[in-house]
């Protein structure tokens, strides 16, 4: 967590951040691994073209989402809230516009984050896993919960 005068940025957790990012890294050097030594040493493969076009885009797919992590912030302002989640373009929130949250926990295999909600219906996802701050929590204590959500909080709690 970062305090910049009046502003307090929030990042995800270093400790998730960097097993994500080794995971990752791991997962991409062994497919080019086996890649150099399938196509550039073995005999040569019928429609090689293709499967290096696959494995491009799987070893691209997997640097995009830990690049997505590595940019993903909340950022508290006085008068409101930035939200930059993975490579989705930021979303900037005044607070009077906040009328809400909600904790989506409902996500089929998918991390639990807060939802704020905003006058027009819009719902903002806050990335999951970010780091504790004191702040966050008090921002986040001071926007009304939605009554569906105040049951799923007291249940994450209890386990």
Do not use: N
Not at 87 to 92: A, E, G, K, Q, V
Not at 107 to 132: F, M, N
């Amino acid at each position: 967590m970062a305090d910049l005068g009046d502003r307090v940025v929030v990042r995800l957790d270093r400790k998730t951040l960097h097993t994500k990012t080794t995971v990752v890294t791991c997962i991409v050097l062994l497919i080019l691994v086996l890649w150099v030594r399938r196509f550039a040493l073995g005999p040569p493969v019928p429609d090689a073209s293709f499967w290096i076009v696959v494995i491009l885009v799987v070893c691209g797919s997997l640097v995009a989402v830990v690049a997505g992590d590595w940019r993903s912030r909340v950022v508290l302002l006085p008068d409101g809230i930035e939200v930059t989640r993975s490579l989705s373009p930021t979303r900037r929130l005044r607070r009077e516009d906040i009328v809400a949250r909600d904790f989506d926990s409902s996500r089929w295999r998918g991390p639990a984050c807060h939802v704020l909600i905003t006058q027009g219906g819009k719902r903002v996802s806050l990335p999951p896993y970010l780091e504790d701050s004191p702040a966050l929590t008090k921002t986040l204590e001071e926007i009304p919960l939605v009554p569906g959500a105040v049951d799923v909080l007291k249940d994450s709690s209890d386990e």
